[in-house]
């Protein structure tokens, strides 16, 4: 299911078109989400002002929400910007940091949920397996690794409660609008040692979904450039040294940056959910 060619037409389109990402974001990791939406190639616009918000979601090609750093002010920035995205027909990414870590968070979730439709969930598998009531363990916004059939069941689960794609990731990602599941096997470890990686991460998704009308595909496009990018970070960091994590994070934004179509097809590693099952099962 998963066209390396079409992810790289996507690419090239987010260059060409330069789409305008809406990110109502958490305020550590903004410079961080700017800079990476810039070297993809898209245009970033970080406005959290709930006076403007609606206005300005309605004029992007793409809107996304992260609850990072949650406020009264913030969520009702989000609720506007949401409503004025739906009545504009402009792809939104939710990325539910933190779901389940408290009460404030999962109120925010359900008010959000309720107040319009996303395309894509973004977050990783504790905070999908908190949305539909179904704990796994989780320390502040940091999950823990669980095997793939439990993470691939809450992906599908969740998908299917919010009728909308959802992407679960960790060790290995979970791509699912609850029929077709792929399993992306991209990344680096020490993403998860930069800050704002996986916000980072949410913001590729919604530049994906702005040039892609599959909200599926754009999901697993982007899952596999950001991955792909990593890894060409690391690579690119060995070659002259030892790796650290200060500096990866600037090597990341360069990989972005220099992504290719050829990157994307040479590298790509993606497989169905079902082979899994063929194969006789696994853990991430």
Not at 86 to 112: I, K, M, S
């Amino acid at each position: 299911m998963f066209d390396a060619s079409r992810a790289g037409a996507a690419l090239r389109a987010i260059r060409e078109r330069r789409p305008l990402i809406h990110a109502i974001t958490n305020t550590v990791v903004q410079n961080f989400t700017a800079n990476g939406l810039l070297a993809l190639g898209a245009s970033p616009v970080m406005a959290d002002a709930p006076e403007e918000a609606g206005e300005v979601a309605g004029k992007a090609d793409a809107l996304l929400i992260n609850l990072g750093t949650l406020s009264d002010r913030t969520l009702r920035a989000m609720e506007e910007a949401l409503r004025a995205a739906n009545a504009a027909g402009v792809p939104a990414v939710l990325d539910p940091v933190g779901v389940g870590a408290t009460a404030f968070r999962t109120e925010a979730v359900e008010r959000l949920l309720s107040a319009g439709r996303f395309a894509v969930i973004r977050g990783n598998v504790a905070e999908v397996a908190n949305l539909i009531g179904r704990p796994l363990p989780i320390k502040g916004v940091d999950a823990e690794a669980v095997p793939t059939a439990v993470a691939v069941a809450v992906a599908r689960a969740a998908a299917e409660r919010f009728e909308t794609v959802v992407a679960a990731t960790g060790p290995e990602d979970f791509v699912t609008d609850g029929r077709r599941t792929l399993i992306v096997a991209n990344g680096d470890p020490l993403m998860a040692r930069v800050t704002g990686s996986g916000c980072l991460l949410g913001a590729v998704v919604a530049a994906f979904a702005a040039v892609e009308q599959e909200a599926f595909r754009a999901a697993a496009d982007a899952l596999v450039a950001f991955g792909v990018a990593g890894e060409i970070a690391r690579e690119r960091l060995a070659a002259l040294g030892p790796v650290r994590s200060g500096r990866y994070g600037i090597a990341l934004l360069d990989a972005l940056d220099g992504l290719d179509e050829g990157a994307l097809a040479a590298r790509a590693r993606v497989r169905e959910a079902e082979e899994m099952a063929a194969e006789g099962g696994g853990s991430a």
